[in-house]
């Protein structure tokens, strides 16, 4: 089994930074993407940015030029860095992850807990 572990959200003002962390534990094989998703109060989940093995990334048009996406391949982590924070980037953000697991033949995706991200004055 594949777990990820979000870390790093907050209550941050409007204009203001912060940067998500996730880690990925378990049996893995590899790591073929991670994606950011984000969802707030009786909105669907979206997706934020996503970054593949070969660090080729893609971003949603709400958050390009103020986030970016990285990925450590050699340890099973990423990150999301925001910038330039808005009123309305206040939700609950969530690693995703398509993975190998060791012993499987196909990818599997996983899901971290999520992390409150508040953006207020």
């Known amino acids: 089994q594949v777990q990820l572990v979000e870390s790093g959200g907050d209550l941050v003002q409007p204009g203001g930074s912060l940067r998500l962390s996730c880690a990925a534990s378990?049996?893995?094989?590899?790591?073929?993407?991670m994606a950011w998703y984000r969802q707030a109060p009786g909105k669907q989940r979206e997706l934020v940015a996503t970054?593949?093995?070969?660090?080729?990334?893609s971003y949603a048009d709400f958050v390009k030029g103020r986030f970016t996406i990285s990925r450590d391949n050699a340890r099973n982590t990423g990150s999301l860095q925001m910038n330039s924070l808005k009123p309305e980037d206040t939700a609950v953000y969530y690693c995703?992850?398509?993975?190998?697991?060791?012993?499987?033949?196909?990818?599997?995706?996983?899901w971290g807990q999520g992390t409150q991200v508040t953006v207020s004055s």
């Open positions: 995703n992850a398509e993975a190998i697991p060791y012993g499987a033949v196909r990818s599997y995706d996983y």
């Open positions: 970054i593949h093995s070969s660090l080729s990334t």
């Open positions: 378990g049996r893995i094989v590899s790591i073929i993407s």
